[in-house]
T-cell receptor, first 114, second 112 residues
Framework: EPEVTQTPSHQVTQMGQEVILRCVPISNHLYFYWYRQILGQKVEFLVSFYNNEISEKSEIFDDQFSVERPDGSNFTLKIRSTKLEDSAMYFC????????????FGPGTRLTVL | SQKIEQNSEALNIQEGKTATLTCNYTNYSPAYLQWYRQDPGRGPVFLLLIRENEKEKRKERLKVTFDTTLKQSLFHITASQPADSATYLCALSNNAGNMLTFGGGTRLMVKP
């Protein structure tokens, strides 16, 4: 069964450094998302992406964040200058089309900012 | 502001019984409501989706109800098994393709 994959599974970085989290959505899906979950807290929406542009973003998704689909398969989240409070699990998700709306999540990348 | 509430206390039940989890929401008119399962350190796994014009949805041992008047969804697992032990998340969206807003989840423990 097709799955969303994410790399790396765990990323440790120093505060102020840039990180890029990578995702490979399910191949025929058209909508892509990033969510994050701080330890012990709710899953929170960051951004959605469709047709090579951001379609929706939350207040969390400020100028430090950016997303890109650099080729036909990858979908990336970049954090330009990481802060301690960016430490969280970051989940990528994808959905097939507007009619189904089921979002399938990847296993997550655990980001630790020191 | 929009609020989605799930019982934050763990639900402990005996194997074979039916588990019932609740999701209540306020200041929201969702078009879709979804239930996910999350195991520790893992991503949410989709279980069931129910639309605003549907009252009930079933899949194997799972059943979801959606009452837009009460602003509540109930999630049932019948004949529960220890392998059903996990955190169950309720998530709402306004439209297909839009962001999901998650509740805090309810941890279910099924004891043999």
């Amino acid at each position: 069964e097709p799955e969303v994959t994410q790399t790396p599974s765990h990323q440790v970085t120093q505060m102020g450094q840039e990180v890029i989290l990578r995702c490979v959505p399910i191949s025929n899906h058209l909508y892509f998302y990033w969510y994050r979950q701080i330890l012990g807290q709710k899953v929170e929406f960051l951004v959605s992406f469709y047709n090579n542009e951001i379609s929706e973003k939350s207040e969390i998704f400020d100028d430090q964040f950016s997303v890109e689909r650099p080729d036909g398969s990858n979908f990336t989240l970049k954090i330009r200058s990481t802060k301690l409070e960016d430490s969280a699990m970051y989940f990528c998700a994808s959905s097939e089309n507007r009619d189904t709306d089921t979002q399938y999540f990847g296993p997550g990348t655990r980001l630790t900012v020191l | 502001s929009q609020k989605i509430e799930q019982n934050s206390e763990a639900l402990n039940i005996q194997e074979g019984k039916t588990a019932t989890l609740t999701c209540n929401y306020t200041n929201y008119s969702p078009a879709y409501l979804q239930w996910y399962r999350q195991d520790p350190g893992r991503g949410p796994v989709f279980l069931l989706l129910i639309r605003e014009n549907e009252k009930e949805k079933r899949k194997e041992r799972l059943k979801v109800t959606f009452d837009t008047t009460l602003k509540q969804s109930l999630f049932h697992i019948t004949a529960s098994q220890p392998a059903d032990s996990a955190t169950y998340l309720c998530a709402l969206s306004n439209n297909a393709g839009n962001m999901l807003t998650f509740g805090g989840g309810t941890r279910l423990m099924v004891k043999p």
